[in-house]
């Protein structure tokens, strides 16, 4: 079969690998899409721990069982599926209780197993028992539920928030994770929605899912703080999402927060330049409450994939380019240039 194989830090190839096996108790699935995710750029830019080359990554699949194991019983040859990579442990001290999220020996797909980069990938036992592998609905394509893994942490992040009714919510990056946070913060409803970004370019692709106001942030500038006490009579923000790898965003955040307000860090800082100076006076006599979130239960993947079919989060919309994998050079340069929301390859 073809694959697309991670040889070393930016460089990426097309090439003949064998076709997986079906595990006893897991499945083989044919690929009919597979979106690239930010952390798969960050792979092939820098390399991953987990990943050790050569290896078949891709994490945000979708496609149609071809094969399953004699004692697989939830599955059947033909049914379409999306596939989220979280593999957990389910017995850990968070599993037991329902927190999958925080599960301490989470592994996932296309890391400890290999990826959806592929005509076929093989889904393991693990994954069927302690995973997030749902069956697509109708009338959802390939391509939509192939990005419903990315907007499954995003769900999970305004569960925990508690994003609802009174909520003034500021979104910092207006990337393809910032806009599911305006989608989905809208269906929760909150009453006002503010996306912000330093990129017109990219404010102007966010345009589409109607953010109540849309601010351009300029680095070193104080205005888009400013602005967003104005729009609250001087109140602030009650949920502010960090969608972006920014530690100058993380401390806006705090600065542009109410007395109260939750701040959602969902970006991911540079390991060689994660710290952070702040006035943690704000924290302590704001009251407010910094929250990491970065991925989900499956509950919330079974969540996304309703709201994608229900048009409470407009799927399509973010697709900006289909691309068959030996295009794939083409689709992460757009993405690199800001040009895309998500591409999707199609094996």
């Given at each position: 079969?073809?694959?697309?194989?991670f040889?070393e830090?930016?460089?990426?190839?097309?090439?003949?690998?064998?076709?997986?096996?079906?595990?006893?108790?897991?499945?083989?699935?044919?690929?009919?899409?597979?979106?690239?995710?930010?952390?798969?750029?960050r792979?092939?830019?820098?390399?991953?721990?987990?990943?050790?080359?050569?290896?078949?990554?891709?994490?945000?699949?979708?496609?149609?069982?071809?094969?399953?194991?004699?004692?697989?019983?939830?599955?059947?040859?033909?049914?379409?599926?999306?596939?989220?990579?979280?593999?957990?442990?389910?017995?850990?001290?968070?599993?037991?209780?329902?927190?999958?999220?925080?599960?301490?020996?989470?592994?996932?797909?296309?890391?400890?197993?290999?990826?959806?980069?592929?005509?076929?990938?093989?889904?393991?036992e693990?994954?069927?028992?302690?995973?997030s592998?749902h069956k697509?609905?109708?009338?959802?394509?390939?391509?939509?539920?192939?990005?419903?893994?990315?907007?499954?942490?995003?769900?999970?992040?305004?569960?925990?928030?508690?994003?609802?009714?009174?909520?003034?919510?500021?979104?910092?990056?207006?990337?393809?994770?910032?806009?599911?946070?305006?989608?989905?913060?809208?269906?929760?409803?909150?009453?006002?929605?503010i996306?912000?970004?330093?990129?017109?370019?990219?404010?102007?692709?966010?345009?589409?899912?109607?953010?109540?106001?849309?601010?351009?942030?300029?680095?070193?500038s104080?205005?888009?703080?400013?602005?967003?006490?104005?729009?609250?009579d001087?109140l602030?923000?009650?949920?502010?999402?960090?969608?972006?790898?920014?530690?100058?965003?993380?401390?806006?955040?705090?600065a542009?927060?109410?007395?109260?307000?939750?701040?959602?860090?969902?970006g991911?800082?540079?390991?060689?330049?994660?710290?952070?100076?702040?006035?943690?006076?704000?924290?302590?006599?704001?009251?407010?409450?910094v929250?990491?979130?970065?991925?989900?239960?499956?509950?919330?993947?079974?969540?996304?994939?309703?709201?994608?079919?229900?048009?409470?989060?407009?799927?399509?919309?973010?697709?900006?380019?289909?691309l068959?994998?030996e295009?794939?050079?083409?689709?992460?340069?757009?993405?690199?240039?800001?040009?895309?929301?998500?591409?999707?390859l199609?094996?």
């Amino acid at each position: 079969m073809k694959a697309l194989v991670f040889l070393e830090p930016g460089r990426m190839e097309l090439q003949d690998v064998p076709k997986p096996e079906c595990p006893d108790r897991g499945m083989v699935v044919k690929v009919e899409a597979c979106g690239i995710c930010g952390s798969d750029l960050r792979t092939f830019q820098s390399g991953h721990p987990r990943v050790r080359p050569p290896w078949v990554i891709g994490h945000e699949v979708a496609g149609v069982v071809v094969e399953v194991g004699k004692e697989v019983k939830k599955f059947s040859v033909g049914d379409r599926v999306a596939v989220a990579p979280p593999v957990y442990c389910g017995v850990c001290w968070y599993c037991r209780r329902g927190i999958y999220y925080l599960c301490v020996n989470q592994r996932e797909l296309a890391q400890a197993w290999p990826g959806g980069f592929a005509e076929y990938m093989a889904i393991p036992e693990e994954a069927l028992a302690f995973g997030s592998i749902h069956k697509i609905p109708e009338g959802l394509s390939f391509e939509e539920a192939a990005i419903s893994e990315p907007a499954s942490s995003c769900v999970n992040a305004h569960e925990i928030a508690g994003t609802s009714l009174e909520d003034t919510v500021v979104i910092i990056g207006a990337g393809p994770i910032g806009c599911f946070h305006v989608e989905i913060a809208r269906a929760r409803g909150a009453r006002k929605i503010i996306l912000m970004d330093v990129l017109e370019s990219r404010l102007e692709l966010a345009r589409r899912f109607s953010p109540d106001v849309l601010i351009r942030n300029i680095p070193g500038s104080s205005e888009h703080i400013d602005r967003v006490f104005a729009l609250t009579d001087g109140l602030g923000a009650s949920v502010v999402v960090v969608a972006c790898p920014s530690g100058e965003a993380q401390q806006d955040a705090i600065a542009m927060a109410a007395k109260g307000g939750r701040i959602l860090f969902f970006g991911g800082l540079p390991k060689d330049n994660s710290k952070v100076v702040f006035d943690s006076n704000l924290i302590h006599y704001r009251g407010l409450h910094v929250i990491g979130a970065t991925t989900f239960s499956p509950k919330h993947h079974e969540i996304v994939l309703d709201m994608f079919a229900t048009g409470k989060i407009h799927a399509r919309e973010y697709i900006t380019h289909v691309l068959p994998l030996e295009k794939f050079a083409e689709g992460f340069d757009a993405l690199l240039s800001g040009k895309a929301l998500k591409v999707v390859l199609k094996p």
